[in-house]
Structures are given as structure tokens and as C-alpha cells.
């Protein structure tokens, strides 16, 4: 989770600034699906975001009838349907959501499980984590100043 403060002037109407984190967020989860979230699929993602380790035979079988051993892959459905995406963001908190309807995959969960898939998706390291924030602090003042803006309208 990316947590910030923000110090804004008196003249910025809390409307804008629930709006303009919105809009800023919204930027961040873009750029975390458009280049963070195709490197979870990698052969190296269960080293880089610290992946449970699967069970042996999972993957014997997995290489057996898919020919890959590729992390979160199992038949590629999740890999493809993560591409397709929703972004719901709640103006009032900041909250971003990054809904995948075509990823339900990661939320069907087998009891014999002691992971979650999901949770292994929304991981990310301290450098992506500089990075949104990066994208967050260029973001969210232009954001912010645009929504405040006062327009007018010229009649005649």
C-alpha cells in the first residue's frame, strides 16, 4: 500500500483535492498495471516479489501439460485476463481499485491452499514503490491545480 501526505493551500477547495487524488491515483494504478503487472508473470517474479514456493509436484504436472513454468501461469487465462481492466478510484479516500473481471482466476482459491494468488499479484518492491510514488508527486499537483481552477464563461 503507497501511503502520502499533502499540504495544500487555503485557496483549494477540498472538492478539488478529492478529485485531484483521484485523478492522480488513477495514474498511478495505470502505471502500475501498464509496467508493473506483466513482470509478475516472469520467470523471475518469485524471487523479485517473494512468491510462496510451489509444491513439486505442482509444477512437474504444470510443466507436463503446459510445457512452461512460468509463475501465476497455469493454463495463461490469468496472464490474459489481467490485460483487460477497470479502474473504480474513491474520491473521498484516495482508495484506487483495479478491478480485472476477466482475472477471476486469482480468486478461486483451492482449501488445500495457504496462498492467495491475488495477494501474490498486488505485491511490488520497494523500487516500483518509488516509482509510483515518483508518478504520484509529478501527478497529483497538476491534478489538484487543474480541478481548482475556477472556470468562466464569456456571453456575447
Known amino acids: 500500500m503507497l501511503f502520502f501526505s499533502v499540504h495544500y493551500d487555503r485557496e483549494v477547495t477540498k472538492k478539488a483535492l478529492h478529485l485531484g487524488i483521484g485523478d492522480a491515483m488513477t495514474e498511478v494504478a495505470e502505471t502500475w498495471h501498464r509496467k508493473m503487472l506483466p513482470d509478475h508473470f516472469k520467470m523471475t517474479a518469485t524471487a523479485r516479489y517473494g512468491y510462496r514456493r510451489r509444491t513439486t509436484k505442482y509444477q512437474k504436472r ?3 501439460k503446459w510445457h512452461r513454468s512460468n509463475p501465476l501461469v497455469w493454463s495463461g487465462d ?3 485476463g489481467v490485460r483487460l481492466h477497470r479502474i473504480r478510484v474513491f474520491k473521498r479516500t484516495g482508495n484506487v481499485h483495479i478491478i480485472m473481471p476477466k482475472a477471476r ?9 495457504d496462498y492467495h494468488i491475488g495477494d ?7 523500487s516500483e514503490e518509488s516509482i509510483l510514488a515518483e508518478v504520484l508527486a509529478k501527478r497529483l499537483p497538476r491534478a489538484v ?9 464569456r456571453i456575447g
Open 62 to 64: 504444470k510443466r507436463r
Open 78 to 80: 490469468l496472464r490474459e
Open 105 to 113: 482466476a486469482a480468486n478461486l482459491i483451492p482449501p488445500s491452499w
Open 120 to 126: 501474490e499479484i498486488d505485491r511490488y518492491t520497494t
Open 145 to 153: 491545480m487543474l480541478r481548482s481552477r475556477k472556470r468562466t464563461t
